[in-house]
DNA sequence: GGCGCTCTGGACCGATTGGTCTAGAGCCCA
DNA sequence: TGGGCTCTAGACCAATCGGTCCAGAGCGCC
């Protein structure tokens, strides 16, 4: 049903993705991700060479694509920061009761893995570029520099925070809620 | 070198709520909390007869009633909301320092866990109790009540957003700006 | 045709996983 | 002293873990 014509890559990438992202790094084996994705464990290897860790950084760097992509697409028709912040979080909203209310990608993926500290620079390499992202359009919608930067934080905090709490609840609408804080 | 003298069953919750804190539900082996312990796998069998799972929730429901201390200890002395919670965001800052940025206990003790909805259920009882416990301070510094429920929900998911990113950059400087942003 | 390459397929590995089971240590109380 | 508890101790188990390895399928190119 799923991606048949997809290369192989591709395929391990987007399965990959999916399982971590909804039972985090060490709670998939690469069974199973070999499952999802139709491939054999000779194919696993010979694209990553190193492995489920290889495999989880390219998933993380998709997912961040995914959602630099999102960003893009809710501020760019913005007439102002809250009116983009208030768009991202609703096409947020509905990603996460679509995907069956799944935590942030990065967090599941490389967060609870192995203490590798290419892990952790990695997840702090994508949500800075996340928040680069938003602080970018916050900029060009006329906030200033200093404005752009702590509201830029601030949306990318709440966003991971209400994700949490929508994840603990099976409910959305508190990630919908975010923009009345500000 | 550590708690030599508490009761196995105890000392098992602790060895727990530590590594699962900061390795997730998946990340950590039976076998790992069991030489923390200093426990043989019969005691653990013993106290816990669902195993895992139940030492999982036994040690989420003890770093909780830590976190609800912590927010009771900040919010006593008080003048105003927005005082106690700066003092909180301190206080975990602090924590967060010492026990080597680690994330939210409860998210990674229940929420990677198995699909098990008990495990959701519990988690969305103890975040809903901590919301509960800001909530009421909120109330009794005369926020009415509109206003306790919104600044209650919002600084817990400013704290648990927060919490995230700092563990990404191992720097505990955006929890304690989390006040700044109200 | 035949060489050389990328990629697939899966058997196989030792280590570790969570969990079961039983023997008995230690203690309380009659 | 001895029966009856709670709790400890660890051997043992099947299943699964992530990873290695190699045979060969398939294809492009000379």
Redesign the pocket.
Known sequence: METPAL???DRLIRAAAILFRSHGYNG?????ILTEAK?????L???FP????DLAVAAARAASDEMLRLAAASFAEAKSFNDGAATLCHKLAKLFDKTGWDTCPIAATLLPGPDNPDFRAEAQHIYDGWIGEIHDHAARLGLDEAQAQAKSEALFIAIQGAWTLARARCDSDVLRRVPDSL
Chains 1, 2 share one sequence.
């Open positions: 290369p192989t890559k998939v084996g690469v069974a199973e491939a054999p464990k000779g194919s290897y010979h694209h190193n492995g489920k860790a």
